[in-house]
């Protein structure tokens, strides 16, 4: 296998960076991980990660041709500065691309983890011969990657678009974007644990249920968390709606924990789909669960290498 | 000027037929326009274009390379084919490509006029220097074009996207779409006549008050009128942010009749906008109206061969 075929991954997470060899058909040659331990420094943390890489090398003899990082954002990827990000305290301004090419000697590329994903599903995964394609990771948060003819969509300047903060409750729910009424503020995991917490008597929010003892008592026949269920999957279908209205995508796919029990939020999902995209072709449209799971960090840090090449 | 530098633009609306001879560099050459009379039918009114056409060319001497079509739609820009336009009855199925192709001896391209128009626009107009351009038409309804990269953004098959059909009121009031709460329904010119004439009391809206009307009596201090313009301003705001926040565009351009009072609109609009874009640079995104006016027509349907030839 010819030396530019394999790229070096690393993900970098609040917790943990894996790193990697991986090859250009998607296979993942070699990987390690280490705590990301941020409070220890960024210098520190790119010192390991290079360790990581280079017992990859040595333990496959394979030789990358160049670094592709995805990271928890807001990162910038065209300069490849970290921004203000919540998980990696004290990085902030830190040249992520610079610090890992300067140590392993190769070039590189830059991501937020999210739009990395999104890159691998369209090439290696569920948006596989999809000319648009959307990744939805439900989490946390929400957040879209968007890949039109097979590289990354970017709006101004390299902006990453953020319409996990559309609007669809106007004056509604206050958002941790500073925003009211955001997809988010109604879909995100949390925000089911918030409304089902808030809506059963007796329990304030700090001992309440997870989603994971939501969906387990919707399982069970649970009244209330079948209520938290339909609604969680209401205004995740009414945001999945608005992006077929306006991307026509090929396909879009859902990530992230709380769509592990995607079986749950199925039938409403498409229920208020059909109701609200009437003038695109939704039969046209496929609605899917990403495929990658864990895999997806290491192979979209990769492919963040190959998509700035194309 | 070498032929292959000139195209014949026809633009299809319901009342009226334009037709011209239109350079590269957004020049239009020569220029004619004849009654549409759906109802004389679909082959009279090909053979009243191409004699139009004719005209132009015999004007000018200039011999075109292709003809460019802009059409009230739905059309179908891949095959050519008219779908079910509400302006042109009788009409559904004929091939508009391939009359004209056929008449003229020349290949042609198809677009439905919103589409045209943000090719125009993105190539001679508001949207020049942008990467990522969408221009906002409203009027009896809202159409958004899409261009990236100097190129129509098609979703799935060729699908337009309809984000004047986005949801921002779920549950709201019904659209002409068959769903409920689109942005459409809040935020053309009729929903603020609507709007207005229920809010007045003692006319029905048969004898209401149109958009003109509207404006104008807002010009003078009428309360009701001021309240109808802030409405919506609002709402023209709240789904001009939810595309910022999903394409974080370079520029967006207002067009359309309500547009022409932009100034009446303007500030509401950027408090909204200023509201709900939290996590985009907004500051890098252009909003501005569209600056071809009634040449837009014409300029669009000779883009839109351009176009399918990129």
């Known amino acids: 296998m010819a030396t530019d075929q394999i790229v070096a991954a690393v993900d970098i997470g609040g917790t943990k960076i894996a790193a990697g060899l991986v090859s250009r058909e998607g296979r993942i040659l070699a990987q390690s991980a280490c705590p990301t331990l941020p409070e220890q420094g960024f210098e520190a943390a790119m010192q390991r990660t290079a360790a990581l890489l280079q017992e990859c090398v040595q333990q496959t003899g394979a030789q990358p041709a160049a670094v592709g990082i995805g990271c928890t954002g807001p990162v910038d990827p065209l300069s490849g500065v970290l921004g203000e990000v919540n998980l990696l305290p004290g990085w902030q301004g830190s040249n992520l691309s610079q610090a890992l090419s300067v140590r392993l000697g190769l070039p590189a590329a830059l991501e937020n983890d999210a739009d990395a994903a999104a890159l691998a599903e369209s090439a290696f995964g569920s948006g596989r011969g999809a000319r648009s394609f959307l990744l939805v990771t439900v989490g946390t948060g929400i957040g879209v990657g968007t ?93 999945l709606a608005n992006l077929i209205t306006c991307f026509c995508p090929d396909a879009v796919a859902l990530a992230g924990g709380l769509m592990e029990r995607f079986d749950l939020f199925e039938t ?24 990658l799971g864990s895999q997806a960090g290491l192979l979209g840090a990769a492919q963040t290498w190959w998509n700035a090449q194309a």
Not at 270 to 285: D, G, K, M, S, Y
């Open 268 to 291: 409403r999902i498409h229920t208020v789909i059909q109701a609200n995209c009437r003038f695109v072709p939704l039969e046209q449209v496929r609605l899917l669960r990403a495929q």
């Open 147 to 239: 890949v039109l003819d097979g590289r990354l969509y970017r709006g101004t300047g390299g902006a990453h678009p953020e319409a996990g903060h559309m609007v669809i409750e106007p004056g509604g729910l206050p958002c941790t974007c500073g925003a009211r009424g955001c997809w988010e503020a109604y879909a995100c995991g949390p925000a089911m644990e918030a409304w089902f917490n808030q809506c059963r008597s007796g329990h304030s929010a700090e001992v309440g249920w997870d989603s994971r003892q939501i969906c387990a008592a919707a399982d069970a026949g649970d009244v209330n968390a079948l209520a938290a269920v339909g609604r969680e999957g209401s205004y995740l279908g009414l945001g």
